[in-house]
Each structure stands twice: as structure tokens, then as C-alpha cells.
């Protein structure tokens, strides 16, 4: 008798062991990458009327017709993304940004207090980096999106980057077109009035002043004026081919030359900045005439 209940044991426990062999193994859901997160998070929020889609690294949320949203994601978005990368080499941006597109003023304004509790102090739109978001009124169009855009992708390639390149780049594709060439091509635009103003009444400050200026201290001095001056000295550096060659030489030689004036002043060919700035830039933006 315990000779035949100890092989029923043995047998019991081998089928067990059988049994658990042959048990398919659990199927694990996939890890979700933090773009996937980001756009599940988003439409968790079951925003009435909105579409909402991934568009290369950005998650992309917009309360226009769908069609319009996702013209809008590929026309604008990709396009924008891709000439950058192809025309500077940038990076994606470290951290998975949200580009919300609201149709007008009122869902713009609307949606801005109830989804980050802001009250914008301008009509077009603008970037929160506390909720990695850019917030646009597209009814005014699609240059200031792309002005933003340009931040999280320059500072992800080029953390480092001085104040007065990086509003002057943003600056300089507030209005842009294809280069042709898979790149991106600023163009003339509404700050150039102002700017012109600044130097025919001679209350521009020097280039060295502005290329000088560190952190904070740019956007405490005079914004309109800075960021004019800097688009126009990017766009000078666009329109003589020397813009990409000059972005190289500042990113790689930032750790000697924060400021970027040497890199300028070699990409350009020269040694004394004010006196180009004088006779050459100066007057090259008096000139420019916008259609």
C-alpha cells in the first residue's frame, strides 16, 4: 500500500510539472514609450472636438476639423521638423513636447487657463516648458508654432546655445519657406520696420552688446528690439550662404567662445565687428525691402 501511494504522488506531481510546461507563457503588453504615454495622456483628457495624433517627436492636439489638424501636423509639423534636422543636424527634443493647436482667440485663451492655468500676454501663442507644451492660437497662423519649435530641438542639439542665436533663429522662421534644397529659408517678416527704425534713429545698441548679453539679461533688455536684431543678423548670414557653416562653428568652439563673436567674426571673414557692423550690416538692413 505505500509502495502504491507514494507512485501516485510521483505521477501527480509530474502531470502538475507537465501541465505547468506546457501552459502558454503570459503575454506581456509592450513597454510604452514616453510619445505613446504623452499622446494616451493627452486624449485621457477627452477634450471634446479635438484631435489627437503623433507627428514625428511631438504629440499633436488640435480642436479644428480633423482634416485641418492632421494638414496642418504635415504640412507644418513634418515639414518644419525636417528641414531643421536636415538644414542644422538638430536633434529631437529631450523631452516629449505637446503642440496644442486651438482654433482661435477664445478656445486659445479658454484652453490655456483650464488645461495650464495661464493667461497669455500675447495673441499668437507661446511655449510652457513646466508642462513641455507649446500653445497656439493657429487662427493666426503657423510662424509662431514653428518658432517654437525650433527651442526644444536647438537646445536638445546645442544646450549650451546663447541667448541672442537662439531667439534670432527661432525668430528668423516666424515666416520661412522651403529652401529648395530639403532645408529652411527665413524670410522678410514683420519685425523688419521696427528694426530699420532702431538703426535709422540710431538707438539700435552694437552687435557686441547683444551678442554679450547672458541668460536673462536678454530678455530683460528690450525684447522686441533684440529679437529683430538678431533675426536680421541671421537672416544676413542666411542670404550670404555662411548661416549653417556659422551654427557649426558656434557649437563646437561655445566652450571658448560662449558669446559667439569670435565664430561670427571668423565666419565672416573679419576682425573688427563694429566697424563691419557699421559699414556693412547697417546698411544691409536699411535696404531690405519687404513686398
Not at 150 to 175: D, K, T
Not at 192 to 204: F, K, N, R, V, Y
Not at 235 to 243: F, R, V
Amino acid at each position: 500500500m505505500a509502495w502504491n501511494h507514494f507512485a501516485v504522488l510521483c505521477s501527480d506531481r509530474f502531470m502538475l510539472l507537465l501541465l505547468a510546461a506546457c501552459r502558454p507563457a503570459p503575454v506581456l503588453s509592450p513597454p510604452t514609450s514616453p510619445l505613446e504615454a504623452k499622446r494616451a495622456a493627452v486624449e485621457a483628457l477627452d477634450l471634446p472636438g479635438f484631435t489627437v495624433l503623433v507627428e514625428g517627436p511631438w504629440v499633436v492636439a488640435g480642436d479644428e476639423p480633423g482634416d485641418a489638424v492632421r494638414q496642418r501636423a504635415v504640412g507644418t509639423i513634418r515639414w518644419a521638423t525636417a528641414a531643421l534636422r536636415h538644414q542644422f543636424d538638430f536633434q529631437d527634443p529631450d523631452e516629449v513636447w505637446t503642440i496644442w493647436m486651438f482654433r482661435d482667440e477664445t478656445s486659445y485663451q479658454h484652453h490655456a487657463w483650464t488645461l495650464f492655468q495661464d493667461r497669455p500676454d500675447t495673441p499668437y501663442g507661446y511655449a510652457t516648458d513646466a508642462h513641455h507644451a507649446l500653445v497656439m492660437n493657429i487662427g493666426t497662423g503657423g510662424g509662431t508654432m514653428i518658432h517654437e519649435m525650433v527651442h526644444p530641438m536647438l537646445h536638445a542639439s546645442f544646450p549650451a546655445v546663447p541667448p541672442w542665436f537662439n531667439e534670432g533663429l527661432a525668430s528668423l522662421y516666424e515666416q520661412c519657406s522651403d529652401d529648395g534644397a530639403e532645408g529652411i529659408r527665413g524670410e522678410l517678416n514683420w519685425r523688419l520696420p521696427g528694426t530699420q527704425q532702431a538703426i535709422s534713429e540710431d538707438w539700435m545698441p552694437p552687435l557686441t552688446w547683444l551678442i554679450g548679453l547672458q541668460g536673462s539679461a536678454f530678455y530683460e533688455a528690450d525684447q522686441g528690439s533684440n529679437y529683430g536684431q538678431a533675426r536680421y543678423l541671421l537672416y544676413y548670414l542666411q542670404e550670404q550662404g555662411k548661416l549653417t557653416a556659422f551654427y557649426d562653428r558656434l557649437r563646437s568652439h561655445s566652450t571658448t567662445d560662449p558669446t559667439g563673436q569670435r565664430a561670427l567674426e571668423e565666419t565672416l571673414g573679419i576682425t573688427d565687428l563694429a566697424a563691419w557692423e557699421a559699414s556693412v550690416w547697417r546698411p544691409y538692413v536699411l535696404a531690405l525691402v519687404r513686398e
